[in-house]
Every structure is written in structure tokens, then in C-alpha cells.
């Protein structure tokens, strides 16, 4: 256990240092910077503010600064908002997308493993065929299309939900509808498959045998084999949903971490660019762990430790 | 004895892209209280179809009973609802499948799967059904059963597995257990046990068993009667003396000639059977074991013979050969 733990946390660590380091030199390949966009900075005014964030220094130089403080995890304050630390912005700005992405990650993981058991038990009836035009639709249809779409059409023209913002909790309807279709539609497809093949298992049949109503042997012997491969698609998904949010919380104007992460990067705001980037990384790195750990709950032939192999 | 289970001109057929495959067409045969049947046959012989039709566990559709009923202590199973058929799975028959690497569910403790059923049937409460399915898994020869109940199907070997599943079959002391192919997964020496279990737990609570096979070996120990079926239809009853010492179908005989016996002379040749089995998509008219028969006569091919009495043990079997105007066969 500590052993599985120790090499997680070594894994984690070089993978950030690996993309703090493409990020920081791609991130100065982009021409300009903080300062090109605004008008009529004098030229000595200029000097001096790079001189200040240490900006007039060789590339290699800026880097190892950064690092260092990176290790101290300070990630420095926004070259924009000078008042403003990276840390603040983040904590204060995550709450809206960690709600609207928890919302939506639960939106699909009940509504894609409910569509995929019903087109799964109503296999080539009507209703499947419904099912699965839905998540034809959901998977083809880019979230910023739909995000515009039902804002125009639920928000402008009916009326039934706000334009943008985020006030009340009917407020969240759109926004989340936009970021869970996706992962709705590839949900549902995933379980149905499963599902499928689970229905024609033997051990439903001993199920059966056992004189179970069907409906206990969905629920209680096909189910939970039936979404193993749901339980490896939350990492995945909990990517889709972070950057999907990004255009999403900008459509619906939501003061986001993924709306502060377009607009650092249209801005050349290096901190902030840099905190936010690591920031979604550790996210996602969490998310593989959570996978990891529901992985083993569900399937008890899968441990931490399975490597040692205690029998096969 | 009384009779528990009476399946009268069953047909059972599949709708399939091609028409209909008539798996099982027009099957007789009934089981005693307490008395082990064994139903032998080869792959797609109907006896699998059979099985699981008096347990109604054929998905329909495909499936349908086309005619015929199945007569279990005085309902019809054909007829009875679902809901009346949950009642008697897993109550009044239980069910051994052949494959105990797939028919545990790999997600439940072993436990759990044992005292589903007591629950749902026997009205116990958890505590109960757990006391019980420890003497169950006690019953079936798993050694330290309290640590064997909270394990997974990962954890047991194939044959403490099929241990298991017996355990299950018989947990609500069914009347009828019907075991399809329950051996045929296993090693060897493991399918001898396995039988003797069986065996034993057959005499200890007066179970009457219905054993499906296609190893005429596993039938010798265990079973009083022996059905065998070709083709969707039983060609040959009677008591296993009489099937293994003076089989009277020609198919019987072949099916013993292809066995490896002990009692046969060094170096005698096994005879398989030439030919494959019928289409049962478009049945032969005739007898189905016609095109592979080696005293196949005209008559053969364009009338069905019908199930005759044989010999004086309530022997039948379903052969022209056994018509008085027949020559007389050398068996």
C-alpha cells in the first residue's frame, strides 16, 4: 500500500514538473507580452515593469526563478490584476466551475448509465433507438454549439432561464446541460454495450435461476458489472467536463476558473497562464487516482495491490 | 413413487433468420419423486434446450414453446405466469450450470449469492440465511467455510466453485435439481468428486435429479434412468443396466462404441460416429439418425419411427429395426 502510494506520488510529481516546463517555453514562444496590448505604454514605463517581474532577464534564468518558487508553491501574483495573487484568483474563481462540474458529472453519470440500462434491457425496441439517437446527437454536437443553442432558444426566446450568470440554482440548468452532454452520450453508449453482453452472462442466468424478479437482477447482478467500464471513464470525463467548462463558463459569462484561464492566455498573463495550467493538472491527476480507488470498490478482483498477485 | 415431473410432447423451437429451428420436437419422458434421470445426447441434441425450457430460462423470443406441456407436481410451467415462476426457480428446482468460472457472479461474495436466495424464499433474515449457507458451504465439502463467505468467485478454485453452485441449487431444499452438464468444465479427478457429492447429497435429502450429459461415464454412478435424445427427439429410454448391456438404438450403440472402456481387449479401436447431426432447420421426414446409420432401411427415410417398447424393464426405444417385419440386427 505504501509502496503503490510512493510511486503515485512520484509519478504525480514528474508529471508536473514535465508540464511546467513545456508550458513555461510554450507559453514564451507566443509572441508579446503582458504589456503589448496595452496602448501608449511609454517605452521607459515598459522597461521598468518588465525589469519588475523579472521579464528582461534570458529565458533559462526566468525559468529556474519560477521553478524555485514553484517548489515553495508560490505561483506568484497575476502580471494583470497587480493586486491580485495567482493562489487568490484561483480559490476564489474554482467554486463556480468545481459546482458546475460536480453537477455536471453527476447530470451524466445518472442520466448516461440510466439511458444505456433501458436501451440496454429494451434492446432493439423503440426505446434504444431513442437512447441512442440521443447520444448520437450528444456526442456530435460540440458543447459550445449547444451551450449557444439553448441559450438563444431557453434563455432569449422562452425565457424559461437566464441568459448568463450564475444567481439562482435554475441558473445552473443550461450551463451543465451543456458540459454533461457529451459525457451523457458516450455514458450511455458505454453501458448499453456492457450491459448487453452482462445480460447474456451465465451468472444472470443463475440469477434467474434463483428465482429473482428481473428487476433485482438488473439492479443487484448485471449493474455493477455492467458500469465497470463507466468507473474508467470518470477520469476522462472529469477532463471533458474541465475543459469543456472553459468555453461553457464564457457563453454563459460565469466568473470561472475557465473563464480567468481564456483570458490569461489572450492577455500573455505568464502567472496566472502557469498557476492555472498546473492547477487543472493536479485536478486531473486526483481524477486517475479516484478512478483507480472506485476501480478497486466495484471490482474486487482488482486491488492496489494486484501486482503481487495473490491468486489470478 | 410419485411422479414430480411429467414433460409431455414438448416441441421448443427458435425463430432464426433462416425459419425456425426446431431444437426439441416432441419430447416424453417424466421423473419420479427422489429418482436421478440423466438425459444423454450430443451437442445440439435438444437436451440443453430441454432443461432449460422446464426452468423457462430461454430467452423468448427467440425461443417458444410450440406445443406440448411440462407438467411439474400437478401446474403446467408452459402456462404459469412469471410471477408464479419466480416462486418455484430456486424453490422447488434447482440449477447447476456447466460453466462455474462464468455462472458465479464475479461481482458478489460467494456469501451473498448463497443467501440470496434464502431470503427471497425461505423469509430469512440475514443472520439467518447466513448461518445457513455456512452449513450449506459445509455441506458441500468447502473447508472453512466462515472465511469462504465473504470471498469472491476469483478466490475459489473451478471446482470448489461448482461446490458453491451446488450449494446454491440446493439451498431451498428444491424438490427437482437439474444439473446441465455439470461437470464438463472441470478437470477429471475433480468431475469424480463433484459426482460423488452429488451423490451423496441426492440420497441424504431424496432430491430426484435430472442430469444432463454428453459422457455416458458420468451417468453410470449416479443415475437410475437414462434418456437419450438425437436430433430434438428421445430416441432411447431405460435403466442404465439396460442402455449400457443391451442398447436397442442404433445410436445408443454408437455412443458406447465411440466411449473408451476398461473392459474392452488392448488395442480395440474406438468407432466414432460417421456423419454430423441433423439440420433442425429443416428436419429429415424420416428417422433424423437416418444419414448416419448403418442399417439404415428405406423405410427409415421417409417414415419417423415411433418410441416403442423394448424388452421387459420398461426399455423404449425409436427404431424401425424393432418392427416384426425388421431383419434381425447383430448388435
New interface residues.
Partial sequence: MVRYWGGKLVSVIISLFVLATATFFLMKAIPGDPFTSEKAVPPEVKAKLMAFYGLDKPIWEQYLIYLKKLIHLDLGTSMKSQYQTVSSIITDSFGYSLRLGIFAIIVSVIVGVGLGVVAAMYHRKAIDGIAMVIAVLGVSIPNFVLASMTQYLFGYKLQWFQVAGLNGPFDYVLPVLALAALPIAYIARLTRSTMLEVLN???I??????????SVTIV??AL??GILPVVTYVGPMTANILTGSVVVERIFGIPGLGKYFVDSVSNRDYTLIMGITLFYAVILMLARLLTDLLYGL????IGLRSRKGA?? | MDTILRVNDLHVSFRARGGEVQAVRGVNFEVKKGEAVAIVGESGSGKSVTAQSI?R?LPSPPSFVKQGSIEFMGRNLVDAT?AE???????EI??I?Q?PM????????IGH?IT??LI??QGMNRSEARERALELLRLVGIPNPEARFGQ?P??FSGGMRQRA?IA??LSCNPALLIADEPTTALDVTIQAQIMQLMKDLQQKFGTSIILITHDLGVVADMCDKVIVMYGGQVVETGTKWDIFAKPQHPYTRGLLRSMPRLDLPKGEPLVPIDGTPPDLLAPPVGCAFCARCEHAMEVCLNHDPELVPVGENGQTAKCWLHHPLAKEVQA
Avoid at chain 2, 415462476?85 to 424453490?91: F, L, N, P, Y
Avoid at chain 2, 462464468?102 to 461474495?109: A, W, Y
Fill in positions: 452472462a451465465e451468472y442466468k443463475t440469477a434467474k435461476a434463483k428465482g429473482l424478479k428481473r443487484r447482478h455493477r458489472n466495484v471490482d474486487p478482483r491468486s489470478s | 426452468m430460462l412469471e415462476m419466480e416462486a418455484i426457480r430456486g424453490k434447482g440449477m450450470f460453466d462464468t455462472s458465479l457472479n464475479p461481482t458478489m461474495t449469492q440470496e436466495g427471497k424464499h469472491y476469483h478466490n453452485m446454491i441449487a
